[in-house]
C-alpha cells in the first residue's frame, strides 16, 4: 500500500566507473565498485537511513532527518576519498528534502527527481544540496553549506538553488556567502538548436528543452543508441549548458573542430557547432543536431 512521506532523498555515485574498466579491467573495477557501495550502504545504515535501491554503481538512499543524510554523506566521502586502496576513486553526492510516495520497496514523486538533479551537478569529492535542504538542518551543519549557483529541475517552473556541503574541516575557511546570482553578467540571450526541420530555442521564456528519442521530448532524435531523455539544455545565467544523462553519452563539436565528450556530466556550450547523441555527429550525418549562441 502506497504511504506519503517526507524524507531525505540521497544518491551517491562512483565518479568515472567506466575509465575503471578500461584501465583495470572487468575484475579489479568491479571489485572497487563494489566496495565504495558497501562503504555507501554502511553509513546509511549507520545513520538511520535506509537504503532504497543500488543501480550499477549508484546508492539511493532516504533518511528521516537532512542531518542524519549529511551524516552519511560525510562519512561516505571520507571513507572512500581517503582510501589508500590500490586504485583510487571518488563519488558525487546529491541529496533534497521533500515528500514522496513510497510504494512497497521504492519511492516516487518530483522530489526523486530533484535529488537525482543535485547528483548530476556535483563534481567528484562533492556533496551538493537544495536549498529546501539546507532550510530542515540545524545550525551546526548549516554552517557548513555555502550556496555555489542554481539550476532548473524537470517539471518546476523555478529555480532550484544550489548549495555545497563543504564536509572537510579546512574547507569551512574558505566558506562564501549566498550569491546574487541575477547580478551577475550575461551573455548571448539564446541558443538555438536544429534538427532537420526542427527548431527548438532556450531562452529567458523557455530556460531548458529535452532531446532524446522519446516522443514526448521537446526535440526528438531516433537512434538505437540514443537514450530516452538523452540530454538537457539550460539556460543559467546567460550562459548554455548541455546536461548528458545517457548511457551512451554526447559528444560536442565546436566551430574550431574543439570535440568534448560528455557522459552524466555538463559542458557549456558556445558560439555554434554539432551535438551528437550516442555518436560523434559531423556536419552532414543525419543525427547531427546544430546549435547557435545568439545575442
Partial sequence: MAKDLEVAILFADVVGSTQLYDKFGDTKASETVARCLDIMKDATYQFNGTVIKTIGDEVMATFPT??????AATQMQGRISGSNDEISV?????????????????????????????????KSKQIIISGATVERMSADWKAQTRQIDVATVRGRIDEVALFE??????????????????????????????????VVVVDENRKGINMGRADDNDLVVKGNLISRIHARVEMRRGKFILIDQSTNGTFLENAQGEETF????????????????GRVAKPGTPLAIHYSCEE
Wanted: a negative charge; aromatic letters at 6%.
Fill in 90 to 122: 571518488s563519488i558525487r553526492i546529491g541529496c533534497h528534502f521533500g515528500p514522496v510516495v513510497q510504494e512497497q520497496n521504492d519511492i516516487f514523486g518530483a522530489a526523486v527527481h530533484t535529488a537525482n538533479r543535485m547528483t548530476s551537478q556535483a
Fill in 165 to 198: 556541503l563543504l564536509w572537510q574541516p579546512d574547507e569551512a575557511t574558505s566558506m562564501l556567502p549566498t550569491i546574487d546570482w541575477e547580478s551577475k553578467t550575461k551573455g548571448p540571450t539564446r541558443i538555438r538548436l536544429t534538427f532537420r526541420d526542427s
Fill in 262 to 277: 560528455v557522459r552524466r556530466d555538463s559542458s557549456e556550450l558556445s558560439g555554434e557547432g554539432l551535438i551528437g547523441l
Fill in 66 to 71: 537532512v542531518d542524519d543524510a549529511m551524516g
